[in-house]
């Protein structure tokens, strides 16, 4: 008889990590143990199926997949563009940090996740958003914008810090925490 690995799930970072063991077959009939129940944890069929499923049943049926849909509440850094820089940027009551950025730039790309990281950890506190350069050009030039990635710090509507290049994320920081 071949042994049972159990499986991991690892799930985003607001939620536990669940460990579910496979259904094991005996005599043709499969094993009936209940999944966990956490949030943010939803079966979805693999395949379209014909057999229905009850509602409340806490049983995953053959050929499903379990999905985790907390990614639905993660902190995302939102693209801003020319047209609503003046309603998000410039009359936000709170603190904002602007990445301006363009998709050919390597750099840029090294320091999207700290700033996902910086959007995540100052929650409710900042407002953080990306800027391509390329489609928003009027107000990179505005700000003079001349290497990227630039990251700009708003506070009031006014300009009050600048950090040029990918910089690691104890700059980005030490920048964002004079703001607060």
């Known amino acids: 008889m071949a042994t049972v690995q159990p499986l991991t799930l690892i799930l985003c970072s607001a939620l536990p990590t669940a460990t579910l063991s496979p259904p094991i077959a005996v005599s043709g009939r499969r094993n009936s143990d209940p999944l966990p129940r956490f949030s943010g944890l939803r079966l979805r069929p693999a395949i379209e199926s014909s057999f229905p499923t009850r509602a409340g049943s806490r049983i995953a049926p053959r050929g499903v997949r379990v999905a985790c849909e ?42 999207h996740p ?42 009031n509507g006014e300009k009050k810090d600048t950090v040029i290049g990918a910089v690691p994320k104890t700059t980005l920081t030490s920048s964002v925490e004079k703001f607060l």
């Open 70 to 111: 907390a990614r639905d509440t993660a902190v995302e850094v939102a693209p801003i563009t020319d047209a609503n820089w003046q309603s998000l940027v410039l009359e936000s009551e709170s603190p904002v940090l602007v990445e301006f950025w363009a998709p050919w730039c390597g750099p840029c790309r090294m320091i």
């Open 114 to 155: 700290i700033i996902d990281d910086l959007a995540k950890e100052y929650a409710g506190k900042l407002k953080c958003y990306k800027l391509n350069t390329d489609e928003s050009p009027s107000t990179a030039t505005r700000y003079g914008i001349r290497s990227i990635p630039t990251v700009i710090i708003f506070k």
